[in-house]
Protein backbone atom coordinates (compact mmCIF):
# COMPACT_ATOMS: atom_id res chain seq x y z
CA UNK A 1 0.00 0.00 0.00
CA UNK A 2 1.38 3.80 -0.78
CA UNK A 3 1.21 6.28 1.66
CA UNK A 4 0.69 9.81 1.42
CA UNK A 5 4.12 10.74 2.06
CA UNK A 6 5.54 8.55 -0.74
CA UNK A 7 3.32 10.25 -3.71
CA UNK A 8 3.95 14.46 -5.10
CA UNK A 9 0.92 16.15 -5.21
CA UNK A 10 2.06 19.51 -6.11
CA UNK A 11 -0.31 21.15 -8.20
CA UNK A 12 -2.54 17.98 -8.58
CA UNK A 13 -6.21 17.21 -7.56
CA UNK A 14 -6.10 15.31 -4.74
CA UNK A 15 -9.66 13.43 -4.02
CA UNK A 16 -9.55 13.24 -0.27
CA UNK A 17 -12.27 10.16 1.03
CA UNK A 18 -12.70 11.04 4.72
CA UNK A 19 -15.05 10.28 7.63
CA UNK A 20 -16.96 13.18 8.45
CA UNK A 21 -20.07 11.50 9.63
CA UNK A 22 -20.22 13.77 12.19
CA UNK A 23 -22.91 13.62 14.77
CA UNK A 24 -25.44 17.43 14.74
CA UNK A 25 -28.26 18.47 16.48
CA UNK A 26 -31.94 19.01 15.47
CA UNK A 27 -30.42 22.61 13.92
CA UNK A 28 -27.78 21.43 11.81
CA UNK A 29 -25.05 22.23 14.21
CA UNK A 30 -21.86 19.77 14.60
CA UNK A 31 -21.82 18.94 18.20
CA UNK A 32 -18.91 16.59 17.82
CA UNK A 33 -15.19 17.36 15.92
CA UNK A 34 -13.53 14.43 16.26
CA UNK A 35 -14.07 13.10 13.15
CA UNK A 36 -12.98 16.12 11.41
CA UNK A 37 -9.94 16.60 13.73
CA UNK A 38 -8.42 13.03 12.71
CA UNK A 39 -8.07 14.02 9.49
CA UNK A 40 -6.48 17.12 9.97
CA UNK A 41 -2.64 16.17 10.02
CA UNK A 42 -3.73 14.27 6.38
CA UNK A 43 -5.13 17.36 4.88
CA UNK A 44 -2.51 20.43 6.38
CA UNK A 45 0.00 17.66 4.72
CA UNK A 46 -1.71 17.95 1.38
CA UNK A 47 -2.17 21.64 1.40
CA UNK A 48 1.48 22.18 2.51
CA UNK A 49 2.55 20.03 -0.50
CA UNK A 50 0.40 22.43 -2.91
CA UNK A 51 -2.85 20.23 -3.40
CA UNK A 52 -5.74 20.99 -5.06
CA UNK A 53 -7.32 19.26 -2.26
CA UNK A 54 -11.32 18.41 -3.12
CA UNK A 55 -12.59 16.25 0.01
CA UNK A 56 -15.46 14.25 0.21
CA UNK A 57 -17.23 12.26 2.58
CA UNK A 58 -20.62 10.44 3.85
CA UNK A 59 -22.85 11.71 6.35
CA UNK A 60 -26.11 9.22 8.03
CA UNK A 61 -27.61 6.94 5.55
CA UNK A 62 -29.69 8.92 3.00
CA UNK A 63 -29.81 5.97 1.27
CA UNK A 64 -28.89 7.55 -2.11
CA UNK A 65 -31.70 10.29 -1.76
CA UNK A 66 -31.21 14.19 -1.27
CA UNK A 67 -32.34 14.75 2.98
CA UNK A 68 -31.55 17.97 3.90
CA UNK A 69 -30.99 17.36 7.44
CA UNK A 70 -27.47 14.95 6.40
CA UNK A 71 -25.86 18.06 4.01
CA UNK A 72 -22.50 18.36 4.64
CA UNK A 73 -23.15 21.92 4.53
CA UNK A 74 -22.67 22.15 8.15
CA UNK A 75 -19.02 20.92 8.28
CA UNK A 76 -18.11 23.91 6.17
CA UNK A 77 -17.54 26.24 9.73
CA UNK A 78 -15.90 22.92 11.84
CA UNK A 79 -13.35 22.56 9.24
CA UNK A 80 -12.46 25.76 8.48
CA UNK A 81 -12.11 26.69 12.06
CA UNK A 82 -9.47 23.96 12.50
CA UNK A 83 -7.68 24.92 9.85
CA UNK A 84 -7.88 28.65 9.63
CA UNK A 85 -8.83 28.45 5.56
CA UNK A 86 -11.46 28.96 3.72
CA UNK A 87 -13.69 26.18 2.61
CA UNK A 88 -15.60 26.19 -0.39
CA UNK A 89 -19.08 23.68 -0.34
CA UNK A 90 -20.16 22.71 -3.26
CA UNK A 91 -24.11 21.11 -3.30
CA UNK A 92 -23.27 17.95 -5.04
CA UNK A 93 -20.10 15.53 -5.34
CA UNK A 94 -20.72 15.19 -9.29
CA UNK A 95 -21.61 16.48 -12.43
CA UNK A 96 -20.98 19.66 -14.66
CA UNK A 97 -21.00 21.87 -12.24
CA UNK A 98 -18.04 20.52 -9.71
CA UNK A 99 -16.15 19.52 -12.89
CA UNK A 100 -16.40 23.37 -13.72
CA UNK A 101 -15.34 24.26 -9.76
CA UNK A 102 -12.53 22.20 -9.79
CA UNK A 103 -11.10 22.97 -12.66
CA UNK A 104 -10.63 26.45 -11.54
CA UNK A 105 -9.14 25.57 -8.47
CA UNK A 106 -5.33 26.53 -7.43
CA UNK A 107 -2.47 25.34 -5.43
CA UNK A 108 -3.86 25.00 -1.67
CA UNK A 109 -7.45 25.50 -2.05
CA UNK A 110 -10.15 23.57 -0.77
CA UNK A 111 -13.59 22.01 -1.71
CA UNK A 112 -15.63 20.09 0.37
CA UNK A 113 -18.11 18.04 -1.64
CA UNK A 114 -22.03 16.95 -0.85
CA UNK A 115 -22.79 14.25 0.78
CA UNK A 116 -21.51 10.87 -1.58
CA UNK A 117 -24.39 8.36 0.01
CA UNK A 118 -26.96 11.60 -2.10
CA UNK A 119 -25.97 9.18 -5.20
CA UNK A 120 -27.50 6.27 -5.70
CA UNK A 121 -23.92 4.95 -7.02
CA UNK A 122 -22.38 5.13 -3.98
CA UNK A 123 -23.22 2.35 -1.88
CA UNK A 124 -23.42 -0.05 -4.76
CA UNK A 125 -20.04 0.57 -5.39
CA UNK A 126 -20.92 1.93 -8.72
CA UNK A 127 -18.61 1.80 -11.53
CA UNK A 128 -20.03 4.87 -13.46
CA UNK A 129 -20.32 6.67 -10.74
CA UNK A 130 -16.69 5.90 -9.42
CA UNK A 131 -15.81 7.11 -12.77
CA UNK A 132 -17.42 10.50 -12.63
CA UNK A 133 -15.73 10.61 -9.27
CA UNK A 134 -12.76 9.59 -10.33
CA UNK A 135 -12.55 12.15 -13.93
CA UNK A 136 -12.60 15.32 -10.73
CA UNK A 137 -8.58 14.08 -9.51
CA UNK A 138 -5.69 12.96 -9.93
CA UNK A 139 -4.79 11.52 -7.24
CA UNK A 140 -7.02 9.41 -4.85
CA UNK A 141 -6.31 9.68 -0.73
CA UNK A 142 -8.60 7.18 1.51
CA UNK A 143 -8.38 8.29 5.01
CA UNK A 144 -11.83 6.72 6.07
CA UNK A 145 -10.89 3.78 7.64
CA UNK A 146 -14.18 3.91 9.34
CA UNK A 147 -16.04 2.84 5.95
CA UNK A 148 -13.20 0.32 5.12
CA UNK A 149 -15.59 -2.28 5.70
CA UNK A 150 -17.88 -1.72 3.32
CA UNK A 151 -17.03 -1.34 -0.70
CA UNK A 152 -18.08 1.99 -1.71
CA UNK A 153 -17.55 3.61 -5.10
CA UNK A 154 -15.67 6.61 -3.38
CA UNK A 155 -13.34 3.70 -1.28
CA UNK A 156 -13.31 1.36 -3.79
CA UNK A 157 -14.58 1.29 -7.92
CA UNK A 158 -12.86 4.75 -7.49
CA UNK A 159 -9.24 3.37 -7.20
CA UNK A 160 -9.61 1.42 -10.59
CA UNK A 161 -9.88 4.51 -12.49
CA UNK A 162 -7.41 6.76 -10.74
CA UNK A 163 -3.70 6.15 -11.79
CA UNK A 164 -2.25 7.27 -8.30
CA UNK A 165 -4.16 5.31 -5.00
CA UNK A 166 -2.55 6.35 -1.23
CA UNK A 167 -3.46 6.66 2.19
CA UNK A 168 -3.73 9.38 4.33
CA UNK A 169 -1.80 9.87 7.62
CA UNK A 170 -5.42 8.31 9.68
CA UNK A 171 -5.37 5.02 7.50
CA UNK A 172 -1.70 4.55 7.47
CA UNK A 173 -1.86 4.44 11.18
CA UNK A 174 -4.89 2.42 11.54
CA UNK A 175 -2.89 -0.34 9.07
CA UNK A 176 0.32 0.39 10.61
CA UNK A 177 -1.51 -0.65 14.34
CA UNK A 178 -3.34 -3.05 13.30
CA UNK A 179 -0.17 -5.19 11.99
CA UNK A 180 1.71 -4.25 15.26
CA UNK A 181 -1.52 -5.97 17.29
CA UNK A 182 -2.32 -8.97 14.64
CA UNK A 183 0.73 -9.47 12.00
CA UNK A 184 3.72 -9.45 14.07
CA UNK A 185 2.61 -8.49 17.75
CA UNK A 186 5.64 -8.22 20.54
CA UNK A 187 4.04 -11.22 22.53
CA UNK A 188 2.86 -12.05 24.74
CA UNK A 189 -0.69 -11.24 23.37
CA UNK A 190 -3.26 -10.10 25.29
CA UNK A 191 -6.91 -10.21 24.02
CA UNK A 192 -9.63 -8.16 26.40
CA UNK A 193 -13.23 -8.66 25.10
CA UNK A 194 -16.28 -7.31 26.70
CA UNK A 195 -19.64 -5.63 25.91
CA UNK A 196 -23.66 -7.14 25.89
CA UNK A 197 -23.06 -10.07 23.75
CA UNK A 198 -21.17 -13.16 22.62
CA UNK A 199 -23.21 -13.84 19.64
CA UNK A 200 -21.37 -10.25 18.61
CA UNK A 201 -17.99 -11.67 19.03
CA UNK A 202 -17.69 -15.20 18.12
CA UNK A 203 -15.74 -14.21 15.03
CA UNK A 204 -13.62 -12.29 16.98
CA UNK A 205 -12.89 -14.79 19.71
CA UNK A 206 -12.44 -17.33 17.05
CA UNK A 207 -9.93 -15.35 14.99
CA UNK A 208 -8.19 -14.33 18.13
CA UNK A 209 -7.18 -17.85 19.62
CA UNK A 210 -5.06 -18.11 16.61
CA UNK A 211 -2.88 -15.30 17.67
CA UNK A 212 -3.04 -14.50 21.16
CA UNK A 213 -1.48 -15.73 24.52
CA UNK A 214 -4.23 -14.76 27.03
CA UNK A 215 -7.87 -14.14 26.40
CA UNK A 216 -9.46 -11.89 29.45
CA UNK A 217 -13.31 -11.77 29.04
CA UNK A 218 -15.32 -9.45 31.21
CA UNK A 219 -18.58 -7.32 30.15
CA UNK A 220 -22.48 -9.07 30.00
CA UNK A 221 -20.76 -11.35 27.72
CA UNK A 222 -18.78 -13.20 30.69
CA UNK A 223 -22.31 -14.43 32.13
CA UNK A 224 -23.18 -16.58 29.11
CA UNK A 225 -19.45 -17.90 29.65
CA UNK A 226 -20.25 -18.67 33.29
CA UNK A 227 -23.23 -19.83 32.72
CA UNK A 228 -21.46 -22.35 29.97
CA UNK A 229 -19.12 -23.69 32.54
CA UNK A 230 -22.41 -24.56 34.93
CA UNK A 231 -22.67 -21.44 37.32
CA UNK A 232 -26.18 -20.17 38.12
CA UNK A 233 -26.35 -16.32 37.28
CA UNK A 234 -29.31 -15.41 38.16
CA UNK A 235 -30.46 -12.45 36.03
CA UNK A 236 -27.53 -11.37 34.42
CA UNK A 237 -27.33 -10.73 30.95
CA UNK A 238 -27.43 -14.94 28.83
CA UNK A 239 -27.41 -16.34 25.61
CA UNK A 240 -29.19 -19.66 26.46
CA UNK A 241 -28.16 -20.64 22.29
CA UNK A 242 -24.68 -19.31 22.80
CA UNK A 243 -23.85 -21.90 25.15
CA UNK A 244 -22.26 -24.45 23.11
CA UNK A 245 -20.59 -21.85 21.10
CA UNK A 246 -18.90 -20.55 24.63
CA UNK A 247 -18.12 -24.21 25.20
CA UNK A 248 -16.51 -24.96 22.07
CA UNK A 249 -14.32 -21.36 22.21
CA UNK A 250 -13.24 -22.15 25.60
CA UNK A 251 -12.10 -25.73 24.25
CA UNK A 252 -10.16 -24.25 21.43
CA UNK A 253 -8.12 -21.93 23.73
CA UNK A 254 -7.46 -25.12 26.09
CA UNK A 255 -6.25 -26.98 22.76
CA UNK A 256 -4.07 -24.07 21.77
CA UNK A 257 -2.60 -23.04 25.39
CA UNK A 258 -4.82 -19.88 25.50
CA UNK A 259 -5.04 -18.62 28.95
CA UNK A 260 -8.83 -18.08 29.09
CA UNK A 261 -9.61 -15.50 31.88
CA UNK A 262 -13.19 -15.11 33.47
CA UNK A 263 -14.83 -12.81 36.25
CA UNK A 264 -14.34 -14.36 39.82
CA UNK A 265 -16.70 -11.81 41.44
CA UNK A 266 -19.14 -9.74 40.12
CA UNK A 267 -21.10 -6.32 41.00
CA UNK A 268 -24.63 -7.24 40.96
CA UNK A 269 -27.86 -5.13 41.01
CA UNK A 270 -31.54 -6.32 41.43
CA UNK A 271 -32.11 -3.44 38.42
CA UNK A 272 -29.89 -1.91 35.66
CA UNK A 273 -30.35 1.75 37.33
CA UNK A 274 -28.31 4.35 38.98
CA UNK A 275 -30.36 4.19 41.76
CA UNK A 276 -30.54 0.15 42.51
CA UNK A 277 -28.60 -0.69 45.17
CA UNK A 278 -25.20 -2.50 44.26
CA UNK A 279 -22.81 -5.32 46.12
CA UNK A 280 -20.44 -7.55 45.49
CA UNK A 281 -20.54 -11.39 45.45
CA UNK A 282 -18.48 -14.38 43.76
CA UNK A 283 -19.38 -15.47 40.69
CA UNK A 284 -20.52 -18.74 42.01
CA UNK A 285 -22.92 -16.96 44.49
CA UNK A 286 -25.17 -14.66 42.19
CA UNK A 287 -28.33 -14.20 44.11
CA UNK A 288 -31.15 -15.30 41.93
CA UNK A 289 -33.28 -12.10 41.55
CA UNK A 290 -29.60 -10.09 40.89
CA UNK A 291 -27.62 -8.76 37.64
CA UNK A 292 -24.13 -9.12 36.74
CA UNK A 293 -23.53 -5.67 35.71
CA UNK A 294 -20.12 -4.91 36.55
CA UNK A 295 -16.48 -7.12 37.28
CA UNK A 296 -15.70 -7.13 40.97
CA UNK A 297 -12.51 -6.18 42.34
CA UNK A 298 -10.72 -10.03 43.38
CA UNK A 299 -11.36 -9.84 39.12
CA UNK A 300 -10.05 -6.67 38.55
CA UNK A 301 -6.83 -7.14 40.32
CA UNK A 302 -6.89 -10.86 38.36
CA UNK A 303 -7.00 -9.62 34.90
CA UNK A 304 -5.02 -6.45 36.05
CA UNK A 305 -2.31 -9.26 37.14
CA UNK A 306 -2.59 -11.04 34.13
CA UNK A 307 -1.12 -8.02 32.36
CA UNK A 308 2.17 -7.95 33.83
CA UNK A 309 4.57 -8.52 31.61
CA UNK A 310 2.18 -8.48 28.58
CA UNK A 311 3.94 -6.75 25.84
CA UNK A 312 0.65 -6.02 23.39
CA UNK A 313 -2.94 -5.58 24.42
CA UNK A 314 -5.64 -5.60 22.27
CA UNK A 315 -8.70 -4.49 23.46
CA UNK A 316 -12.43 -4.45 22.36
CA UNK A 317 -15.89 -3.75 24.55
CA UNK A 318 -16.89 -2.64 28.23
CA UNK A 319 -15.94 -4.60 31.05
CA UNK A 320 -19.37 -3.66 32.82
CA UNK A 321 -22.34 -1.21 31.99
CA UNK A 322 -19.95 1.62 32.27
CA UNK A 323 -22.46 4.20 31.71
CA UNK A 324 -23.87 4.10 34.91
CA UNK A 325 -21.46 4.82 37.89
CA UNK A 326 -21.88 2.02 40.47
CA UNK A 327 -21.00 -0.26 37.34
CA UNK A 328 -18.09 1.27 36.13
CA UNK A 329 -15.29 0.82 38.11
CA UNK A 330 -13.89 -2.65 36.41
CA UNK A 331 -14.05 -0.68 32.89
CA UNK A 332 -12.18 1.94 34.35
CA UNK A 333 -9.53 0.67 36.78
CA UNK A 334 -8.75 -1.85 33.64
CA UNK A 335 -8.11 1.17 31.32
CA UNK A 336 -5.63 2.23 34.37
CA UNK A 337 -3.78 -1.13 33.86
CA UNK A 338 -3.85 -1.42 30.51
CA UNK A 339 -2.26 1.63 30.41
CA UNK A 340 0.34 1.46 33.60
CA UNK A 341 1.61 -2.06 32.09
CA UNK A 342 3.62 -1.25 29.92
CA UNK A 343 2.56 -2.67 26.56
CA UNK A 344 1.48 -1.59 23.74
CA UNK A 345 -2.14 -0.82 23.96
CA UNK A 346 -4.52 -1.02 20.51
CA UNK A 347 -8.40 -0.24 21.49
CA UNK A 348 -11.34 -0.27 19.32
CA UNK A 349 -14.98 -0.36 19.14
CA UNK A 350 -17.30 2.95 19.60
CA UNK A 351 -18.31 1.94 23.07
CA UNK A 352 -14.47 0.93 24.83
CA UNK A 353 -13.57 4.09 23.08
CA UNK A 354 -16.27 5.89 24.90
CA UNK A 355 -15.44 3.89 28.29
CA UNK A 356 -11.67 4.88 28.19
CA UNK A 357 -12.09 9.05 27.20
CA UNK A 358 -14.74 8.79 30.50
CA UNK A 359 -11.75 7.07 32.28
CA UNK A 360 -9.34 10.29 31.21
CA UNK A 361 -6.93 8.02 29.75
CA UNK A 362 -7.33 8.00 25.90
CA UNK A 363 -4.21 9.81 26.02
CA UNK A 364 -2.34 7.24 27.85
CA UNK A 365 -3.05 4.09 25.13
CA UNK A 366 -1.15 3.64 22.40
CA UNK A 367 -3.84 3.88 19.72
CA UNK A 368 -7.80 4.23 20.10
CA UNK A 369 -8.97 3.18 16.23
CA UNK A 370 -11.35 5.10 14.84
CA UNK A 371 -13.01 2.26 13.07
CA UNK A 372 -16.02 0.10 15.15
CA UNK A 373 -17.60 -2.14 12.98
CA UNK A 374 -14.14 -1.69 10.51
CA UNK A 375 -12.14 -2.42 13.54
CA UNK A 376 -13.73 -5.30 14.31
CA UNK A 377 -14.28 -7.16 11.14
CA UNK A 378 -10.42 -6.86 10.41
CA UNK A 379 -9.78 -8.33 13.80
CA UNK A 380 -12.18 -10.73 12.84
CA UNK A 381 -9.43 -12.03 10.23
CA UNK A 382 -11.98 -10.49 7.40
CA UNK A 383 -10.79 -8.93 4.33
CA UNK A 384 -11.31 -4.93 4.49
CA UNK A 385 -12.43 -4.01 0.80
CA UNK A 386 -11.65 -0.51 1.71
CA UNK A 387 -8.01 -1.29 2.27
CA UNK A 388 -7.94 -4.48 -0.21
CA UNK A 389 -8.54 -2.20 -3.54
CA UNK A 390 -5.42 0.27 -1.99
CA UNK A 391 -3.77 -2.50 -1.69
CA UNK A 392 -4.04 -3.93 -5.50
P1 LIG B 1 -20.78 -4.01 22.81
O1 LIG B 1 -21.37 -3.01 21.87
O2 LIG B 1 -21.14 -5.41 22.52
O3 LIG B 1 -19.31 -3.80 23.02
O4 LIG B 1 -21.49 -3.74 24.21
C1 LIG B 1 -21.34 -2.56 24.94
C2 LIG B 1 -22.46 -2.45 25.92
O5 LIG B 1 -22.42 -3.56 26.79
C3 LIG B 1 -22.35 -1.23 26.80
O6 LIG B 1 -23.40 -0.35 26.48
C4 LIG B 1 -22.48 -1.76 28.21
O7 LIG B 1 -23.41 -1.06 29.00
C5 LIG B 1 -23.01 -3.16 27.99
N1 LIG B 1 -22.63 -4.07 29.07
C6 LIG B 1 -21.41 -4.33 29.53
N2 LIG B 1 -21.45 -5.17 30.56
C7 LIG B 1 -22.74 -5.47 30.77
C8 LIG B 1 -23.43 -6.31 31.70
N3 LIG B 1 -22.78 -6.98 32.63
N4 LIG B 1 -24.76 -6.38 31.59
C9 LIG B 1 -25.42 -5.68 30.65
N5 LIG B 1 -24.83 -4.87 29.74
C10 LIG B 1 -23.52 -4.78 29.81
Not at 343 to 349: K, T, W
Request: glycine residues 10%.
Amino acid sequence: MKYIDQIDMKGKRVFLRVDFNVPMDKEGNVTGDKRVRASIPTINYALDKGAKLIIASHLGRPKGKRVAEMSLKPVVKVLSGLLQKDVTFLDDCVGPAVEQAVGKMKEGEIILLENLRFQPGEDKNDAEFAKQLAALCDIYIDDAFAVSHRAAASNSAITEFVPVCAAGFLLKNEVEYFKKAMVNPAKPLAAIIGGAKVSDKIGLLENLIEKVDKIIIGGGMAFTFLRAAGYETGKSLCEEDMLDTARRIVDKAKQKNVQFLLPVDAVVAQAATAEAEAKVCGVKEIPKEWIGLDIGPATIALFSDALKGVKTVIWNGPMGMFELASFSKGTFELAGAVANCGALSIIGGGDTDTAIKKAGLSSKMSYISTGGGAFLEWLEGKTLPGIAALEK
